[in-house]
């Protein structure tokens, strides 16, 4: 079983350097629970037409270090709700990583990418090939691969299914 | 080449001879450890039965909870959180702390700081165990994998090294030194490594202070810092011990992915300006900005030490009419030695208002802000609404800071008071 590759548009590029997630929806509404109502207030301040221009299968952009600080879990419960297939970085924050890989949340490290993409381009993330290419100007960089874990987490969409499909191996 | 405590920690941890940075492997903690938190342990325990069909935890005496947020409780729902937490360790066979202070200080007190054990936790702050050469890494809610499982994969991580020369100059603290690490490395230097620090200056900074400095790790992107055993801390963590295991430490030729010497002469008192712990400046360049609340505690800061320096500058003086000082000492136990020394005494006769050890001060549960107002804290974390609204910022700065701006309603280098 391999990890299905993304293809969609760049939704927005986050070029901040350690940048805090909880930003995309706003400390104010960081106790949300509701991912419409998460979704509905996601990207205010940033772009506010996001949600209309957004389509499922979009792919986020972020610079080094991406979710660093004290990531929550709403922005990306938001990010989900709008259709957001995955996350895309020069580098990640590793509080963060870990938080978005056991909710099945495909992200992948890219360095360079934020020379190769611009909003809007169509792109795809190939797990198999280790490379995210930009289908709108014909370029290509190489992602840093998952762990085994991380690999098997995001195909198993998450840390619950990836636990149950251990319970197949021998016990200890 | 060498292996680094990192390194020989997982082998032991994995049942390896022997195992190198980037491997991937399969191993047991020593010590599971968690607070009772709505979505993580209630979930956690409700998981365990619901989906996975597990009764019983294998061998209980790994695991350890506490009962350190939300106390005392304010709410009915709080309370109920708690007592979910207090059925489940006792149908398990785990023990619950409870009331005994801040948990990642109290399981140092209570022996989870075995030197040479991997410990997990969700939380990333108990990295400070690795002040006595455990290896104690946050997980998030990958925490659910060490109580389903009793092996966990982790990919052994990689190690930047630090060595801490030189001397402290008064009124400097282990808190400067750490942002000053993430002032000189950048907060991104360490990303999914583990943090060594070692170094001559070390033999000058007292255990209290290698907890503040391993406790904040995850700044500099580590997954956790560590601090190889000496003398000191082996006299602190070994006859305390909850388990028998051979300390180990980094050779001498261990495989590091970087080395930095940070020299820590010339270091003045610092703030982390908001609304990041990126942002690190010398404390005389916002000296005189107005400040409203003085926070002195959590899992970082509010150590005997700590409380030492405040009460020093604070005996004879008055905390500022209006400005709110909130000492809150780390762990019961540290409050009672503080009372015995006379430090409590003096903090209170000079305005402070000194309660019972809690998280709750540190996340915006209690002493919070309003619009506009701004604290000086020795608190975690600096970002938009911690404290309260996210109309006000917090200025992290060291103890002795937070008790001459106390005096001053602003912004204060401490050593005028020294």
């Known amino acids: 079983m391999e990890l299905k590759n993304l293809r969609g548009r760049a939704a927005f590029v986050f070029e901040e350097e350690d940048f805090d997630v909880d930003q995309i929806v706003g400390v104010t509404n960081i106790k949300l629970k509701d991912p419409?109502?998460?979704a509905a207030v996601a990207m205010q301040e940033y772009d506010p037409d996001f949600a209309q221009q957004v389509r499922p299968g979009d792919i986020l952009i972020g610079g080094r270090n991406f979710g660093y600080g004290h990531p929550h879990y709403p922005p990306m419960i938001a990010m989900r709700h709008l259709g957001v297939a995955g996350v895309v970085a020069e580098s990640f924050s590793p509080g963060y990583w870990r938080g978005e890989i056991a909710m099945g949340f495909p992200q992948a490290a890219c360095p360079g990418v934020l020379g190769l993409v611009n909003r809007w381009d169509e792109l795809e993330l190939d797990w198999q090939a280790?490379?995210?290419?930009?289908?709108?100007?014909?370029?290509?960089?190489?992602?840093?691969?998952?762990?085994?874990?991380?690999?098997?987490?995001?195909m198993q969409g998450g840390l619950i299914g990836y636990l149950k499909a251990r319970d197949a191996e021998p016990a200890g | 080449m060498g292996l680094t405590i990192a390194e020989k920690i997982l082998a032991r941890a994995s049942g390896n001879d022997r195992v190198r940075a980037g491997d991937e492997v399969k191993a047991r903690p020593d010590f599971v450890i968690?607070?009772?938190?709505?979505g993580y342990t209630d979930v956690i325990f409700r998981q365990m039965k619901e989906d996975f069909g597990i009764d019983k935890v294998v061998d209980p005496d790994r695991f350890a909870l506490f009962i350190d947020?939300?106390?005392?409780?304010?709410?009915?729902?709080?309370?109920?959180?708690h007592q979910i937490t207090r059925d489940w360790g006792a149908e398990q066979g785990v023990p619950?702390?409870?009331?005994?202070g801040i948990g990642h200080q109290v399981a140092a007190e209570l022996g989870y700081a075995t030197p040479g054990a991997f410990v997990v936790h969700f939380d990333g702050h108990i990295s400070q165990l690795g002040t006595y050469g455990a290896l104690a890494i946050g997980v998030r809610k990958h925490l659910l994998e060490a109580f389903v499982k009793e092996h966990i994969m982790i990919r052994v991580p990689q190690t930047v090294r630090v060595n801490l020369t030189g001397k402290m100059q008064p009124g400097v603290m282990a808190?400067?030194?750490?942002?000053?690490?993430?002032?000189?490395?950048?907060?991104?230097?360490?990303r999914f490594q583990v943090l060594e620090i070692g170094g001559p200056a070390l033999a000058g900074i007292s255990l209290e202070g290698r907890q503040t400095i391993t406790c904040l790790a995850m700044f500099t992107g580590a997954i956790t810092a560590i601090i190889n055993p000496d003398e000191a801390s082996l006299a602190y963590a070994q006859p305390r011990a909850r388990l028998q295991i051979d300390p180990v430490s980094s050779d001498p030729d261990a495989e590091y992915s970087a080395v930095h010497d940070i020299d820590?002469?010339?270091?003045?008192?610092?703030?982390?300006?908001?609304?990041?712990?990126?942002?690190?400046?010398?404390?005389?360049?916002?000296?005189g900005t107005e400040v409203h609340m003085g926070y002195l505690g959590s899992c970082a800061s509010g150590r005997l030490e700590d409380l030492r320096i405040a009460a020093q500058i604070l005996k004879g003086r008055q905390v500022k009419p209006g400005f709110q000082l909130n000492v809150v000492p780390t762990s019961q136990e540290i409050m009672r030695q503080a009372a015995e020394e006379g430090l409590i005494t003096t903090l209170t006769a000079a305005g402070a208002f000194v309660t019972s050890s809690s998280c709750d001060y540190c996340f915006g549960r209690m002493g919070v802000m309003r619009d506009g107002q701004r604290a000086v804290s020795t608190g975690t974390l600096n970002v938009r609404g911690r404290m309260g609204s996210t109309q006000s910022e917090i200025f992290i700065v060291n103890a002795a800071a937070v008790a001459a701006s106390a005096i001053e309603g602003r912004i204060a280098d401490p050593r005028r008071y020294l």
């Open chain 1, 36 to 38: 419409a109502e998460l």
């Open chain 2, 264 to 287: 820590i002469s010339a270091l003045e008192p610092v703030v982390v300006v908001p609304p990041s712990p990126a942002n690190t400046r010398d404390l005389s360049e916002y000296a």
């Open chain 1, 130 to 154: 280790l490379e995210l290419r930009n289908l709108t100007t014909g370029k290509a960089l190489p992602i840093e691969p998952l762990s085994q874990a991380d690999r098997l987490m995001l």
């Open chain 2, 96 to 100: 619950v702390y409870e009331r005994k």
């Open chain 2, 34 to 38: 968690a607070y009772d938190f709505p």
């Open chain 2, 175 to 190: 808190r400067d030194v750490f942002h000053h690490i993430v002032r000189v490395l950048g907060p991104s230097a360490c």
């Open chain 2, 69 to 81: 947020h939300m106390v005392p409780a304010v709410t009915p729902k709080e309370e109920e959180l």
